[in-house]
């Protein structure tokens, strides 16, 4: 049996619909189970904050959780040596959320002057990643399809049935991360209200993705 082996390459530009905001706890405690309790009421405070704008306590979610030593260089008598300075918890968590930036400027102005003074970064994603992956494959096929029926015109022969199908399986991000590095809390509105809001005014830029598929037919 002789076969054509095609591989096609789908590309999409999808207007991202849902906004992520990633928040860091970091802090140094001289003991590890003061470092876990500090964590955990420091993330306890950012869920009955988020709580307030509608967010649900499973809405928020853990990304990376780590306690670790720490250790600082200093001199002493000439020489440079280390000491133990205690245990660094990291907390990383997200929260997604219907695009809107009013919305998004209440909640940042609530996070920024939050006592936990959680690190804040902002990123823009699509609320079905999975519906788009759909989307991209069957482009994608369709480009096999497309370049399969150019060759085997050109070579005189009819395409037949499929024989198989590959996807490339990659991981497909679906962010897009406008601003660089983490939010800083620049001009606000309305302070000392119930309506104290950051000015945001972000446009995120589509989300550019692409995949490819290989295709395998039969020709005659």
Known sequence: MKTIRITGKGRLKIRPDTTRITMTLEG??????????????????????????????SDV???????????EDFEENGRWTRRFVGYRYRH???????????????????????PAKPELRISY??????AAKDALLAEAVK?????????????????????????????????????????????????GTEDASLDVDIEPDDVDVSDTVTVVWEIG
């Open 28 to 57: 140094v405690c001289p003991e590890y189970g003061e470092a876990l309790h500090r964590s955990a009421s420091d993330t306890e405070a950012l869920r009955e904050l988020l709580s307030g704008f509608g967010f649900a306590r």
């Open 61 to 71: 979610k853990t990304l990376h959780f780590g306690v670790d030593t720490e250790y």
């Open 92 to 114: 990383a968590m997200k929260a997604d959320f219907p695009s809107d930036n009013d919305r998004l400027g209440r909640i940042l102005y609530a996070l920024t002057a939050c």
């Open 125 to 130: 994603t699509v609320r079905d990643p999975e």
């Open 143 to 191: 480009d096999a399809r497309a370049k399969a029926a150019v060759l085997t015109d050109a070579a005189g022969v009819a395409l037949k049935e499929i024989q198989s199908i590959e996807c490339a399986r990659e991981e497909i991000d679906f962010t897009v991360r406008p601003m660089n590095g983490t939010f800083m809390a620049a001009k606000c509105r309305a302070a």
